[in-house]
Each structure stands twice: as C-alpha cells, then as structure tokens.
C-alpha cells in the first residue's frame, strides 16, 4: 500500500540515495524529495530517476506513480536543472509561478509552497497539483481548517514542518483536512541507520493508515 506521505531526505548524498530509497519504497512511500541544499543534490535525483523512471512510469489500478524529485525548488534556473535531470516531482518552499510553469511543461508533478490564501489560490490558478501548507508548526491545524473552508473541495493539501510520527502530531491536521504530509527529520537525518530510517518509515506509515482506516 503506498503512502500519501513526502519523504524529505534533506542531506542525503549520492553515496546513500539508492540505499535510502529502497527502504523507503518497499515500506511504501512513493513520494521522494532531495531538497537541493543537500550534498549534491541533483546527482543523486538523476540517480533516483535513472533507477527507477527509466521504464514507463505505469502503475497497477490499486498502486500509484512513482514521484521522485527536488525539494526547496526556489526559481526557474532551479526547476530547469531539476526537471533536466529526469525528476518528475518538484517541490517548492514558495510560491513562484515560473517554477510552477517550468515543472507542469514538463509534465511533473508540482507542489507548491503557500502559507497565506493568496499564495494558495495563486498556486492553484497557476496549475499546481498540491499545496504544501508550509510551516506546519506555525500555520497549525486551526489555520489549515481554515484555509479549507475557503479552498475548492478537489485541493490536495499537505503540511509540512514538524510533523512527528505520532497520532497527536498527525491527526489534528487529518482531522482539519490534511490530504497527507510531507514528512522530514522525524523520519530521515544523515546520521541515522539504514534500521532507524526502515523503523521510521514503518512508524509513519502505521499512524497514517491508523488515520486514514
């Protein structure tokens, strides 16, 4: 079962990548992000993409696509470097209609960064996929629902920032209309095992189906 969840991999280097990703897809995440202020951050998505975008990114009924990509995409040299380099998911802190232009082109998946409604409904008028609400931690539940009630129903929403894998981080942002999170330090950090990063990843996956069941 895949995972609404964006693992945020800020620090892993292209010694590493391949390793982390494995464990993470196997325990279900399909959503990989190397924020470009890591060690050589675009190596190692060219590496995701060369492994595992190569062959036709088709998945079964009851499965979803691989989206591998860039995180803290910021301007449109940015997004041109990181779509050139086979990535089919970019994610931005902000809002900047040239980065959301530069990845729908290139027909990735694109989640733009918003805090405010205008910046929201600026990216969703832009042709953004999804909305990472950002920061979590400063936003909180209450802002989030309150964004919703304005929001158009289909608007996929993501927090970021802070999210922990326990039922009290998650489920007050579920509950106030959270499609999924973007998940960061609490499930990946350079100094972690290979074992604390599969521990991680299996603690999120079973508070969200906990959620989501």
Same mark, same amino acid.
């Given at each position: 079962m895949t995972l609404p969840l964006i693992a945020i991999l800020r620090g892993v280097t292209p010694e590493r990548i391949l390793s982390v990703a494995d464990i993470l897809l196997s325990e279900g995440f399909h959503m990989l992000e190397v924020p470009l202020n890591s060690p050589d951050a675009? !190596?190692?998505?060219?590496?995701?993409?060369?492994k595992y975008l190569q062959e036709p990114n088709q998945a079964e009924p009851s499965e979803q696509l691989l989206l591998l990509g860039a995180g803290t995409v910021a301007t449109h040299k940015q997004a041109e470097a990181v779509v050139d380099s086979g990535a089919n998911l970019v994610v931005s802190p902000n809002f900047n209609s040239q980065v959301i232009n530069i990845a729908k082109q290139a027909q990735?998946?694109?989640?733009?960064?918003?805090?405010?409604?205008?910046?929201?409904? !600026?990216?969703i008028e832009a042709g953004a996929d999804c909305l990472k609400l950002f920061p979590a931690n400063v936003l909180k539940p209450g802002g989030l629902k309150a964004l919703r009630s304005v929001l158009p129903a289909q608007t996929q929403c993501f927090p970021v920032g802070g999210i922990e894998a326990t039922e009290q981080s998650m489920m007050p942002f579920y509950e106030a209309?959270?499609?999924g999170f973007g998940v960061g330090s609490a499930l990946f950090h350079p100094s972690m095992s290979d074992d604390d990063i599969r521990r991680k990843a299996r603690d999120f996956a079973s508070v969200w189906r906990g959620l989501s069941n």
């Amino acid at each position: 079962m895949t995972l609404p969840l964006i693992a945020i991999l800020r620090g892993v280097t292209p010694e590493r990548i391949l390793s982390v990703a494995d464990i993470l897809l196997s325990e279900g995440f399909h959503m990989l992000e190397v924020p470009l202020n890591s060690p050589d951050a675009l !190596n190692s998505i060219q590496m995701l993409a060369d492994k595992y975008l190569q062959e036709p990114n088709q998945a079964e009924p009851s499965e979803q696509l691989l989206l591998l990509g860039a995180g803290t995409v910021a301007t449109h040299k940015q997004a041109e470097a990181v779509v050139d380099s086979g990535a089919n998911l970019v994610v931005s802190p902000n809002f900047n209609s040239q980065v959301i232009n530069i990845a729908k082109q290139a027909q990735a998946y694109m989640c733009c960064g918003v805090f405010t409604p205008t910046e929201a409904f !600026n990216a969703i008028e832009a042709g953004a996929d999804c909305l990472k609400l950002f920061p979590a931690n400063v936003l909180k539940p209450g802002g989030l629902k309150a964004l919703r009630s304005v929001l158009p129903a289909q608007t996929q929403c993501f927090p970021v920032g802070g999210i922990e894998a326990t039922e009290q981080s998650m489920m007050p942002f579920y509950e106030a209309g959270a499609n999924g999170f973007g998940v960061g330090s609490a499930l990946f950090h350079p100094s972690m095992s290979d074992d604390d990063i599969r521990r991680k990843a299996r603690d999120f996956a079973s508070v969200w189906r906990g959620l989501s069941n």
